[in-house]
């Protein structure tokens, strides 16, 4: 059973500071890794995608990969209040389209 | 670009209906289409797997003959769900994944359609 794990939260950053979301996964030949953003009553929207080891960033958004530790974090840097909602982590193995979904963080940035 | 509609936003009928949902690829051709459901405050669960021109994958525990998939096209993939019954109101959203070769091709995600049986 794979499985994709996340703290369900909710975490609480206040504006302008750094919001971390990790995620941790049991498949360890694992491949890709996603993170999507979802916000309340909406479909998902994918925000950053990673697939080797360390850090791929992309405007306020960096995402870090360690396959040694099965880990997986999202960082957002100046966070601003649009910002907050449920960060969904996912992750598709090897040979497999089909992702494997946490359960999402659910992210509050206060002004 | 990697846009996905979806077909409608919303639905209320009543409990004996069958509701057909549509999920377009509008810029890319999309070989492989997934139908997810969510329910309040839960993650998405995968439903099943539809590779155009041959027959849709279902996860265990998915009755395929309540919910009806055809993927006639490289851009367009339809879910029905017949014979509506109030257990079935969810949120169903379709994802599309582009037709190129390796793993580097994530899904993209229609808006979602809010179903609502009464």
């Known amino acids: 059973q794979k499985e994709v794990e996340q703290n369900s939260g909710p975490l609480s950053v206040p504006e302008g500071a750094i919001a971390s979301l990790n995620c941790t996964y049991s498949?360890?030949?694992?491949?890709?890794f996603f993170w999507y953003r979802q916000y309340s009553g909406k479909s998902p929207e994918l925000i950053m995608s990673?697939?080797?080891?360390g850090d791929k960033e992309d405007g306020r958004f960096t995402a870090q990969l360690n396959k040694a530790s099965q880990y997986v974090s999202l960082l957002i840097r100046d966070s601003q209040p649009s910002d907050s909602a449920t960060y969904l982590c996912?992750?598709?193995?090897?040979?497999?389209?089909?992702?494997?979904f946490g359960k999402g963080t659910k992210l509050s940035v206060i002004p | 670009g990697a846009v996905v509609s979806q077909h409608p936003s919303w639905v209320i009928c009543k409990s004996g209906t069958s509701v057909k949902i549509e999920c377009r690829s509008l810029?890319?051709?999309?070989?492989?289409m997934f139908w997810y459901r969510q329910f309040p405050k839960q993650s998405l669960m995968l439903m099943a797997t539809s590779n155009e021109g041959s027959k849709a994958t279902y996860e265990q525990g998915v009755e395929k003959d309540k919910f009806l998939i055809n993927h006639a096209s490289l851009t367009l993939s339809t879910l029905t769900v017949t014979s509506a019954h109030p257990e079935d109101s969810s949120f169903y959203i379709c994802?599309?994944?582009?037709?190129?070769?390796?793993?580097?091709?994530?899904?993209?995600f229609g808006d979602g359609t809010r179903l609502s049986i009464l």
């Open positions: 990673i697939y080797s080891n």
């Open positions: 498949d360890r030949v694992s491949q890709s």
């Open positions: 994802s599309a994944r582009g037709s190129r070769q390796g793993m580097d091709q994530p899904q993209h």
């Open positions: 810029d890319f051709q999309a070989t492989t």
């Open positions: 996912a992750v598709s193995g090897a040979g497999s389209y089909q992702l494997t």
